[in-house]
Protein backbone atom coordinates (compact mmCIF):
# COMPACT_ATOMS: atom_id res chain seq x y z
CA UNK A 1 0.00 0.00 0.00
CA UNK A 2 1.10 3.50 -0.62
CA UNK A 3 0.43 6.89 0.64
CA UNK A 4 -1.34 7.62 -2.30
CA UNK A 5 -3.88 4.74 -1.96
CA UNK A 6 -5.34 6.45 1.61
CA UNK A 7 -7.64 9.04 -0.07
CA UNK A 8 -5.53 11.36 1.45
CA UNK A 9 -5.86 15.53 -0.45
CA UNK A 10 -2.76 16.67 -3.06
CA UNK A 11 -1.10 18.82 -0.03
CA UNK A 12 -0.63 15.99 2.33
CA UNK A 13 0.95 14.13 -0.99
CA UNK A 14 2.70 16.86 -1.96
CA UNK A 15 4.45 17.33 2.08
CA UNK A 16 4.77 13.65 2.78
CA UNK A 17 7.07 13.13 -0.66
CA UNK A 18 9.30 15.56 -0.03
CA UNK A 19 9.41 14.55 3.40
CA UNK A 20 10.83 11.03 1.27
CA UNK A 21 7.55 9.02 2.59
CA UNK A 22 5.83 6.87 0.09
CA UNK A 23 4.60 3.81 2.32
CA UNK A 24 2.79 3.95 5.49
CA UNK A 25 3.58 1.74 8.32
CA UNK A 26 1.51 -0.53 9.73
CA UNK A 27 -0.06 1.92 12.30
CA UNK A 28 -0.57 4.46 9.92
CA UNK A 29 -2.42 1.95 7.63
CA UNK A 30 -4.80 1.08 9.91
CA UNK A 31 -5.47 4.45 11.94
CA UNK A 32 -5.90 7.07 8.96
CA UNK A 33 -9.00 5.54 7.41
CA UNK A 34 -10.33 5.36 11.05
CA UNK A 35 -9.78 8.83 11.97
CA UNK A 36 -10.84 10.21 8.20
CA UNK A 37 -13.93 8.37 9.00
CA UNK A 38 -14.07 10.57 12.16
CA UNK A 39 -14.24 7.03 13.98
CA UNK A 40 -12.38 7.50 17.72
CA UNK A 41 -9.38 5.36 18.09
CA UNK A 42 -7.42 3.96 20.39
CA UNK A 43 -3.50 3.24 19.24
CA UNK A 44 -0.33 1.09 20.21
CA UNK A 45 2.59 0.71 18.68
CA UNK A 46 6.44 0.64 19.38
CA UNK A 47 8.53 3.80 19.24
CA UNK A 48 9.48 4.62 16.00
CA UNK A 49 6.65 3.25 13.76
CA UNK A 50 5.10 6.82 12.77
CA UNK A 51 2.27 6.93 15.79
CA UNK A 52 2.44 10.97 15.60
CA UNK A 53 2.13 10.80 11.71
CA UNK A 54 -0.95 8.11 12.21
CA UNK A 55 -3.05 10.66 13.89
CA UNK A 56 -1.32 14.10 12.15
CA UNK A 57 -2.09 13.51 8.77
CA UNK A 58 -5.35 12.70 8.96
CA UNK A 59 -5.89 15.62 11.59
CA UNK A 60 -4.66 17.75 8.82
CA UNK A 61 -7.24 16.98 6.15
CA UNK A 62 -10.22 16.73 8.38
CA UNK A 63 -9.04 20.11 9.73
CA UNK A 64 -8.68 21.62 5.94
CA UNK A 65 -11.46 20.51 4.83
CA UNK A 66 -13.40 22.14 7.64
CA UNK A 67 -11.76 25.02 7.21
CA UNK A 68 -13.48 25.62 3.62
CA UNK A 69 -16.64 25.84 5.49
CA UNK A 70 -15.47 28.56 7.95
CA UNK A 71 -15.60 31.99 7.99
CA UNK A 72 -12.51 33.86 6.76
CA UNK A 73 -12.45 36.82 9.41
CA UNK A 74 -11.81 37.06 13.28
CA UNK A 75 -8.99 35.08 14.91
CA UNK A 76 -9.00 31.14 14.03
CA UNK A 77 -10.10 29.08 17.39
CA UNK A 78 -8.88 25.94 18.47
CA UNK A 79 -10.30 22.70 16.53
CA UNK A 80 -7.29 20.43 17.50
CA UNK A 81 -5.51 19.85 21.04
CA UNK A 82 -2.71 17.07 21.21
CA UNK A 83 -1.73 16.50 25.09
CA UNK A 84 1.19 14.88 25.31
CA UNK A 85 3.58 14.67 29.02
CA UNK A 86 7.04 16.04 27.47
CA UNK A 87 8.46 19.63 25.78
CA UNK A 88 10.59 17.55 23.92
CA UNK A 89 7.77 15.27 22.65
CA UNK A 90 5.38 18.47 22.20
CA UNK A 91 8.09 20.56 20.38
CA UNK A 92 8.55 16.85 18.13
CA UNK A 93 5.09 17.12 17.51
CA UNK A 94 4.65 20.39 16.49
CA UNK A 95 7.56 19.60 14.06
CA UNK A 96 6.05 17.03 12.24
CA UNK A 97 2.00 18.85 12.26
CA UNK A 98 4.44 21.67 10.20
CA UNK A 99 5.99 19.22 8.02
CA UNK A 100 2.46 17.24 6.96
CA UNK A 101 1.25 20.57 6.87
CA UNK A 102 2.65 22.40 4.52
CA UNK A 103 0.14 23.81 1.52
CA UNK A 104 -2.84 23.55 3.86
CA UNK A 105 -2.55 26.89 5.56
CA UNK A 106 -3.47 25.67 8.93
CA UNK A 107 -1.49 26.89 12.37
CA UNK A 108 -0.78 25.23 15.12
CA UNK A 109 1.52 25.50 18.07
CA UNK A 110 3.52 24.10 20.90
CA UNK A 111 2.61 25.20 24.42
CA UNK A 112 4.64 23.67 27.87
CA UNK A 113 6.05 24.82 31.09
CA UNK A 114 9.29 26.02 32.25
CA UNK A 115 10.21 28.96 29.71
CA UNK A 116 8.30 32.21 29.48
CA UNK A 117 4.92 31.78 28.37
CA UNK A 118 4.94 35.38 26.00
CA UNK A 119 5.53 34.14 23.01
CA UNK A 120 3.10 31.24 23.86
CA UNK A 121 0.43 33.35 24.53
CA UNK A 122 1.15 36.09 21.34
CA UNK A 123 0.47 32.62 19.48
CA UNK A 124 -2.52 31.94 20.71
CA UNK A 125 -3.54 35.39 20.37
CA UNK A 126 -2.94 35.53 16.80
CA UNK A 127 -5.11 32.21 16.57
CA UNK A 128 -4.30 28.95 15.62
CA UNK A 129 -6.47 25.00 14.20
CA UNK A 130 -4.00 23.11 16.72
CA UNK A 131 -2.45 23.07 20.35
CA UNK A 132 0.05 20.72 21.05
CA UNK A 133 0.14 20.76 25.22
CA UNK A 134 1.89 19.57 28.37
CA UNK A 135 -0.62 19.25 31.15
CA UNK A 136 0.76 22.00 32.98
CA UNK A 137 1.11 24.60 30.89
CA UNK A 138 -2.33 23.86 29.52
CA UNK A 139 -4.05 24.16 32.35
CA UNK A 140 -2.15 27.10 33.60
CA UNK A 141 -3.22 29.04 29.91
CA UNK A 142 -6.51 27.92 30.77
CA UNK A 143 -7.00 29.37 34.30
CA UNK A 144 -5.62 32.11 32.93
CA UNK A 145 -8.33 33.03 29.68
CA UNK A 146 -5.67 32.20 27.59
CA UNK A 147 -7.35 28.78 25.69
CA UNK A 148 -11.07 28.07 25.45
CA UNK A 149 -11.90 24.34 24.27
CA UNK A 150 -15.85 25.18 23.32
CA UNK A 151 -14.43 24.44 19.92
CA UNK A 152 -12.46 21.35 20.00
CA UNK A 153 -13.58 19.11 17.49
CA UNK A 154 -10.77 16.39 17.55
CA UNK A 155 -8.57 15.51 21.05
CA UNK A 156 -5.45 13.43 21.22
CA UNK A 157 -4.03 12.02 24.41
CA UNK A 158 -0.72 11.02 23.28
CA UNK A 159 1.59 9.00 25.63
CA UNK A 160 -1.21 8.25 27.74
CA UNK A 161 0.78 5.68 29.70
CA UNK A 162 3.51 7.43 30.00
CA UNK A 163 2.36 10.51 31.23
CA UNK A 164 0.12 8.34 33.59
CA UNK A 165 3.22 6.91 35.09
CA UNK A 166 4.99 10.01 35.38
CA UNK A 167 2.09 11.37 37.99
CA UNK A 168 0.13 13.60 35.58
CA UNK A 169 -3.25 11.63 36.10
CA UNK A 170 -4.82 15.10 38.27
CA UNK A 171 -3.82 17.14 35.16
CA UNK A 172 -4.68 14.40 32.99
CA UNK A 173 -8.41 14.10 34.80
CA UNK A 174 -8.54 17.98 34.87
CA UNK A 175 -7.54 18.69 30.78
CA UNK A 176 -9.86 16.34 29.60
CA UNK A 177 -12.95 16.99 31.68
Known amino acids: MLFNELDLIEPILNALKNEGYTTPTPIQQKSIPIILRGQDLLGCAQTGTGKTAAFAIP ?22 LIVTPTRELAIQIGESF ?14 FGGVSQHSQVTALRSGVDILIATPGRLLDLCAQGYISMSDLSIFVLDEADRMLDMGFVVDVKKSSA
Open 59 to 80: IIQILHNLKANLPERGPRKIRT
Open 98 to 111: NSYGKGTGLRNTVV
